[in-house]
């Protein structure tokens, strides 16, 4: 049981770690990329690019670069949270209507102040559904971390299949779906929070 715990703790810190990475840099890039239109188209079809590589293929590339191991599993991970969070931005900020932001420039705030002020808030709800996408992610392809070495639930849904032992596959794939499952709620609910009251009224009516 402790055994169980201790790969759970540690699966979960590394999609964890993992998506939040892609947040710490696909947040700003999608800030970025809302001034830069051109670059945006790049920047998109590479990120899906990458997106549609099956997860085994995209560790097994990582690997061929960084060796076996979790610092593979976590760049991977990093790599597949960039899309929901960098598109998410970028379509959640872009699509605000024209005239909220020249207003907001009419006032005579900065393009900092606005950002913060007007269009974060209300971007907001789809930024938060981007960021969702990617913690579920990072929790699902985790699991396939075992092929390279890396720690979490995946060794034991591995030694499970290859032996075929259902309670300690069972013991693996569990807790797995708790974790994606309880991360699900958790954003839900940090989408519901964070969400301007305003657009809450409005998206209920």
Known sequence: MEHILLLTLVHLYLSILGAT???????????????????AEIMMAVTEIIQTIPGLALLA???????????TLVITLFLYSLMPVVRNTYVGI???DPGLVEAGLGMGMTRVQL???????IAMPVILA????????????????????ADGLGDLLY????TTNLRLLLSGAIPA?????????IMMYLE?????KGLRISADQ
Do not use: K
């Not at 990475?21 to 670059?39: A, D, Q, T």
């Not at 030694?159 to 290859?162: F, H, L, V, Y």
């Not at 779906?177 to 709620?185: G, K, N, R, S």
């Open 192 to 196: 519901h929070l964070l969400t301007p």
């Open 115 to 121: 950002l913060r002020q007007v269009q974060l808030p």
């Open 177 to 185: 779906a708790l974790l994606a499952v309880i991360t699900d709620f």
């Open 130 to 149: 981007g960021i969702r996408v990617a913690m579920i992610t990072s929790i699902g392809i985790a699991t396939m971390g075992v092929f390279i070495g």
């Open 21 to 39: 990475l892609g947040i710490i840099i696909g947040l700003p890039l999608g800030i970025l990329l809302v001034r830069y239109r051109r670059l």
């Open 61 to 71: 590339l990582v690997m061929m670069v960084t060796g076996l191991g979790n610092t």
């Open 94 to 96: 872009s699509g605000i």
């Open 159 to 162: 030694r499970g299949i290859q």
